[in-house]
């Protein structure tokens, strides 16, 4: 198995829901990621967990919170977002926290908040 | 700090048409160097990469050699297929591995 999982693909939420993203991988990989892109940007660092245990939360709102129940999965719950949080959700693997290897990238969550 | 600087699309060529999206980068060191294509409605999947200078890295015909001398990684394909019509994505993980810096992303269309 060499992929990463993400559900759903696609989510419409209203301001005041909670909803959570899903990213599942097999490969044994201990670093997972949260990234989140805009149209026609590069996608940018949200969270960081290696060895299940955040490592890096670049400075995101206290409305997206991660969580890392074991080694193969990693949630994203999501509460009271605002319209302009609407993306492309990507989460990502590596074999260990060392990025000289690259990532494995999911397909991704397209978020819409209305 | 390292960064990745690549060339503006979007750029569109004709099915079969020679292709080469410019990259540059600035890190301090010996760091990785990765192409990402990014599909539409897709994830990011990785094209090819190159970990030391004078490496080249390949894959789906395309190729990107790791030239320390000019701090490039150029991606190239010798004849581009509509299928190649996605975002390509030049990226580099610093020396230490730690941090990961991607540039802004080029569009490519191929028009039959």
């Known amino acids: 198995d060499t992929e990463v999982t993400q559900t759903p693909k696609h989510l419409v939420m209203g301001m005041t829901n909670k909803k959570s993203l899903k990213c599942e991988q097999h490969?044994?990989?201990?670093?997972m990621y949260w990234y989140k892109q805009k149209a026609k940007k590069p996608p940018e660092l949200m969270f960081v967990y290696s060895y299940e245990k955040l490592s890096i939360n670049e400075s995101v709102p206290s409305r997206f919170s991660p969580e890392c129940p074991n080694s193969s999965l990693l949630n994203l719950h999501l509460h009271a977002l605002q319209p302009e949080d609407s993306a492309l959700y990507l989460c990502a693997s590596s074999l260990e926290r060392d990025l000289n290897y690259g990532y494995t990238f999911g397909s991704g969550t397209r978020l819409t908040v209305v | 700090g390292d960064s990745v600087t690549q060339m503006e699309g979007p750029v569109t060529l004709s099915e079969e048409a020679c292709l080469t999206i410019n990259c540059t980068y600035t890190a301090t060191g010996y760091p990785s160097l990765f192409w990402y294509v990014q599909y539409p409605g897709e994830g990011l999947q990785l094209l090819l990469k190159a970990t030391k200078a004078d490496d080249k890295g390949s894959n789906k015909g395309f190729e990107a050699t790791y030239r320390k001398e000019t701090t490039s990684f150029h991606l190239e394909k010798g004849s581009v297929q509509v299928s190649d019509s996605a975002v390509y994505f030049c990226a580099l993980s610093d020396q230490s591995g730690n941090q990961f810096y991607f540039g802004t992303g080029t569009s490519l269309t191929v028009i039959p």
């Open positions: 490969m044994g990989h201990r670093a």
